[in-house]
Structures are given as C-alpha cells and as structure tokens.
C-alpha cells in the first residue's frame, strides 16, 4: 500500500492539529486576516511559493480602483478592506462617532462580532460589506487557481465566523465561474491558536525532510507514492 506523500497544505490546514473539517485536497487556498491579509495556495498538494518566496501577496491585489490608501503605499488594495483596519474604517464610514471604534483594531472587529450577534445595525452593516469585498476579492483568486478547497482563517474570520462565511459565500456564488464553484468547498479554518506559526514550523520541517541527501530514499518514496496515485486516479 502507498504511503500518502506529506502534503504541505493539508498538514498546514488541519493535518496534525486541527482535530475536526478534516480536508483531503491538493488544490487549496487559505486567506488569512487579520492587521495583514494573506493567501497561503497550495498546487498539487505543494504550497506555491513564487520565484522570491513571496507569493500569496493579495491583501495587494487591487480591488477598488483609486480605493482606500493602503499601508504598502497603493490605493484600493484587498486589505484596506477586509484587514482590522479595514474592518475599521467601514465602522468608520458608517458612523464615526460608532461606540465600535476602539484604537486597537483587533477590539474593533472583536465588538463588531458581538454587536452585530445582537442585531446593531452599524455592526450588521459592517459584516455585509466586509462580506462583499471579501467575497469579490475571492471570487478572482478562486477564478485563477480553481481550488478544491477555500478555508477562511486569522483573528477575523475567528470573530466574525459563521456569519460573515454564509455571506462571503453568497457574493462568491454571484462572481465566480460555475466551473470554479463546482467542486469548492468553503469553510472556517480548523487550526488552533496561532496557524502563521504552524505554518512556519511546517516549511521547516517539510525543508528538512526534502534534504535529498539525508531523505533521499523518503524523497524517492514521495515521489513514487504520487506517480502511482497520478496512474490510478
Ligand atoms: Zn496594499
């Protein structure tokens, strides 16, 4: 029997630390938010990394022409928008005299989850347009890499949760391809605690077992394990 190849995305989603929403992918996103936003793409159960290790980067993709400044400098970028600062500033818009609005971004969010469970109008409004821009933002990125998985994690997607993943999930259906929402699944991400961490401690430790030198027969094993499940899938 085939040994499954260790798959970096799976291993950073749920693999051994999350105990529940188990995903059996090769292709997958994870969006991340929170003071920054990030997309974490795994292709072929191997994350992508680009040419200078820096992919992943749309919290600065463009998503409202001549939009919000944003602290890389541009104007409109994803995260001017679904970041806690951004989260913020659509507080902010609504009402700026808003009891929601806190210096610390975090308790910005962390209120507005609470105030909108309560039916606060402002609160309410906050998680609908956080909803859409995150959802037209995704709905792009979904469209390019054509996942089997989107999981939706960070200090924002743990305040905002359920809610705000019902209504992204709506804005995606209205601005993805069918073809892109065929085989999707959408869901809150399952990794404890602090996930930017495991996710470190995992490229090192996935690093180290790709050491050809000292792994070479495990590297060898991978690759056959994949070669055979390629033939009879
Ligand atoms: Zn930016």
Known sequence: MATKEPRAARRVEEGPYGQVGRLEVDDLVVLTLRAGVGAGIAVDGALYRGATNSAGEWGHTCLVREGRECRCGRQGCVEAYVSTRGIARTVR?????????DPDEDTVTAKVARAAAEGDPVATETVTRTARYLGEAAADLL?????????????????????????????????????????LTFQLSTVPDNPVSLGAATFALEGFLDDRETFGTVAAGRRAAKAAKARTS
């Open 143 to 183: 469209n390019l890499f054509n996942p089997q998985a989107l999981v939706l994690g960070g200090w924002v997607a743990d305040r905002l949760g359920e809610p705000l993943l019902r209504q992204t999930r709506d804005v995606i259906a209205a601005h993805a391809l069918p073809a892109t929402l065929q085989a």
């Open 93 to 101: 818009e609504l009402d700026a005299e808003s009891p929601l609005l």
